[in-house]
């Protein structure tokens, strides 16, 4: 029941017009492509060298 101090709730078209304004359009999802090749930023020798580094790392 109802105490006199609360407010009435709002029913039906009421609740629904009291809502804010409608969300931002959005695009639908989609799969997300890169056009660029990717990039060499060392080179095999340079790699080669961080994993002997590595390597002499976990032996010692």
Request: aromatic content about 2%; charged content about 25%.
């Amino acid at each position: 029941m109802r105490r006199m101090n609360e407010p009435r709730r709002k029913r039906g078209a009421e609740r629904t017009s009291n809502r804010g304004p409608a969300a931002i359009p959005q695009l639908p999802l989609r799969r997300v492509t890169n056009p660029y090749p990717p990039m060499a930023i060392l080179s095999a020798d340079q790699i080669e060298a961080i994993h002997q580094a590595s390597m002499h790392i976990l032996e010692s």
